[in-house]
């Protein structure tokens, strides 16, 4: 089936008026993360030089993955004609650097470095679908719509190819959940903070922790508890226990809680 394109969005239908300027903001940032997926291809076919029907998924996928950006992008202009997503692009690249020149995985193996971009997905297609629930405006939300459906495709896809390499590598249960846990933890991390930043032309100077504060502060807001549970059941399936067991209930609930509490409290810190 051929993926869509930007030809494919019903520009025409951009409502102002249903333009919610908070949403806005995490959409500039969400267009330079997407956009910056070709230096995660390079890195990834580094860690995997010898796999030639990985590297040929990977190019698929971050050909798709910069499409979002760039549409995400332009959305951003049409909604703001102040903002410039080229210049804002190219602030970001200036200030976050990806180790492109790693010859292994930073994960400590391969089945890790799977495992942890099956938790990326899992990230960003609850994300997209969030944000397609709470967005009013119909050309952004048939943008979501289409990434967030990307997305889940593109969990598939990272997690077929980790299934070759537990075979392989059989990782320790405990090993799957640490890489897991230590990039739902990255969350929070330097490109989320750095992309929000330079998307958003905050004029006070780099603060990892104020940008990453007011990056989750925004995001949160836009979540379901049933989005939540679906991506705890997807993050256990790649960790490799039981995706709809108790242990994954007590964590969805636990996950909930620990946003709202989050976000309150930063709103608490804002005010």
């Known amino acids: 089936?051929?993926?869509?394109?930007?030809?494919?969005?019903?520009?025409?239908?951009?409502?102002?008026?249903?333009?919610?300027?908070?949403?806005?903001?995490?959409?500039?940032?969400?267009?330079?993360?997407?956009?910056?997926?070709?230096?995660?291809?390079?890195?990834?076919?580094?860690?995997?030089?010898?796999?030639?029907?990985?590297?040929?998924?990977?190019d698929t996928w971050a050909k798709e993955e910069v499409q979002h950006g760039d549409v995400l992008g332009r959305w951003a202009e049409t909604a703001d004609?102040?903002?410039?997503?080229?210049?804002?692009?190219?602030?970001?690249?200036?200030?976050?650097?990806?180790p492109v020149d790693a010859t292994a995985s930073v994960r400590g193996s391969r089945s890790g470095e799977l495992v942890a971009r099956c938790v990326v997905e899992v990230g960003t297609s609850s994300y997209y679908t969030s944000l397609a629930v709470a967005t009013d405006e119909p050309v952004l939300k048939a943008i979501?719509?289409?990434?967030?459906?990307?997305?889940?495709?593109?969990?598939?896809?990272?997690?077929?190819?980790?299934?070759r390499y537990l075979e392989a590598e059989k990782p320790s249960t405990f090993a799957k959940l640490r890489v897991a846990f230590e990039r739902i933890v990255e969350s929070d991390d330097n490109e989320l903070a750095y992309a929000y930043y330079a998307a958003n032309g905050e004029g006070e100077g780099y603060d990892r922790r104020r940008c990453a504060d007011a990056y989750a502060m925004r995001a949160y807001r836009y979540y379901r508890p049933a989005i939540v549970e679906r991506g705890i059941a997807m993050t256990f399936k790649a960790a490799g226990f039981n995706p709809h067991g108790r242990l994954a209930r007590v964590a969805s609930s636990a996950a909930w809680r620990f946003m709202g509490w989050r976000r309150k409290r930063l709103a608490q810190l804002a005010a």
């Open 1 to 58: 089936m051929k993926h869509w394109t930007a030809d494919d969005i019903p520009w025409d239908c951009f409502d102002p008026t249903r333009v919610d300027s908070e949403i806005l903001r995490l959409v500039k940032a969400a267009a330079m993360v997407e956009k910056n997926s070709g230096d995660y291809a390079t890195y990834l076919k580094n860690v995997f030089p010898d796999d030639g029907a990985f590297a040929g998924a990977v």
């Open 81 to 98: 004609p102040c903002f410039n997503f080229a210049d804002r692009f190219r602030v970001f690249k200036d200030g976050f650097k990806i």
């Open 144 to 163: 979501c719509q289409r990434i967030a459906a990307d997305e889940f495709r593109h969990y598939k896809l990272f997690y077929k190819h980790l299934k």
